[in-house]
């Protein structure tokens, strides 16, 4: 091995580009290699004519001090506090989200509410910590009544997978202050009330959420190759020794850390895995996302940050609208909304032509009286292979087995959401690449 470090970076997504800054700041020599033409991965920013839109509703939660900070100090007045509200639509219902206690005692049965109240006073007389999978968490902590009604299907919708078969870390922070003695106290304590949940208000950078990165990006282009797609990762005795970029080069290596998915990084190692590592891969699933951008000839569809949609029947989980995060985003007299549908790659939505699967996103909005066939200037469409790692309840055991065997590797490390098959976000990303770096200096 030589000795002077140098770090290979392979992907150019949030992890990657964290990575490389912190590289950077630290005097590391790197370079990362991306496979598309845009640095950024799950989070760029697409400009379409006037308008802009990100590749799924994005936001930066402030809930590490030192991220928003470093953000703050690279995007400077370019970062915004937004505060707009969300909705879940059901049944044609615009319910409030977070869940407002005065709007549910509007939009609910005089039975749910009965129930809602009984299952919940319940479930604090016998509290429970520990879940063995989603349904029983939202169950035992929500209620069923609210569970069923707001959880269970979004969830099933949303990870492709039953509630029984999803691990509890699904939730993530989205439900935390959800319960109803969280709105009853809200109802009381009004804005004195902190909540630990991720809706609400939020930051995000003036032309979109990929600025950030393309903003970190600065100062540090010519370490990064564009459209370099690693195909082969080759070792010999405990170490990386080389990586193929694309069909034909093949560069030695120094200190590697991976953000590729975890079961294509694997798959592409030379010489392979043993046997039970590649059975346990293929286990693994990720989470597709096909979304359908909708231009729009009104100044306004919704005053929301997103709207959610629970119910099973319709295509899509939610809506967000770029412009109700930042008025930079599309012209003043006109709008855009990007509308999520997760699913698998074999799904027919995922494959069917896009003539066809704008058709079936309109007739969904024309039907629910949430859009007028007029309004709508174009259209655009795009995939996201890897949208979400599903996390099953048994997967903690698998993938503990792969890092055990990835640990072997002694110049390798792995970090990122499907890299290490984790559900974090863009502050996660960044709090574990500074420490990461930190580890090599
Ligand atoms: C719809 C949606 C909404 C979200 N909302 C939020 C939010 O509001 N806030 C938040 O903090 N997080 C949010 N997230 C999560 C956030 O997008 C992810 O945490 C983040 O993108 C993960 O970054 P990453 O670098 O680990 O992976 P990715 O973003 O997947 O990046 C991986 C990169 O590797 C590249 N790559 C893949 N294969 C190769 C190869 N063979 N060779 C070279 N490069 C390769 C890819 O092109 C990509 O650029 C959301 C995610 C989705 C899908």
Partial sequence: MNNKLELYILGGGPA??????????????????????????NCRTITDGDFKYDTGAHRLHDKDEKVTKLIKSVLKEDLLKVSAPSQIYLYSKKISFPLQLNNILNELSWNDLKQIVFENTFNRIKPQKTFDNFRELAYKR????????????????????SADLLNVRVSGDRLKNLKLSSLIKKNILGSKYKSKHLEGSFYYPKHGFGTIFESLKNGIEKNICLNSPIKKICHKNNFIKEIRIGDKKTIKVNQVVSTLPLNYFIKILDPPPPEYILKIIKSFKFRSLRICVLFLNIKSFSK???????????????????????????????????????????????????????????????????????????????????????????????????????AVFKNLKILGRNAKFEYVHVHNLFFDSNILINKYT
């Fill in 142 to 161: 929500y209620g069923k009544t609210l569970a069923d009604l707001f959880l269970i299907n979004y969830t099933e919708k949303l990870w492709g997978t």
């Fill in 16 to 41: 990657g580009v964290a990575l490389s800054y912190y590289a950077h700041k630290n005097n590391i020599d790197f370079k990362l290699f991306e496979a598309t033409s845009q640095i950024g991965g």
């Fill in 304 to 406: 929301n940050a997103s709207i959610y949609f629970p119910d099973k029947k319709i295509p899509f989980t939610r809506i967000y609208e770029p412009k109700n995060r930042s008025k930079y985003m599309a012209p003043t007299n006109k709008t855009c909304i990007v509308i999520e549908v997760p699913c698998d790659k074999k799904d027919q939505i995922y494959s069917m032509n896009e003539n066809k699967f704008f058709k079936r996103i309109k007739s969904t909005l024309f039907d629910q009286k949430l859009l007028n066939p007029s309004d709508i200037l174009d259209q655009s469409s795009i995939k996201i292979p890897y949208a979400y790692p599903i996390l099953t309840s048994d997967i903690d055991n698998k993938i503990s087995s792969v890092m055990k065997y990835l």
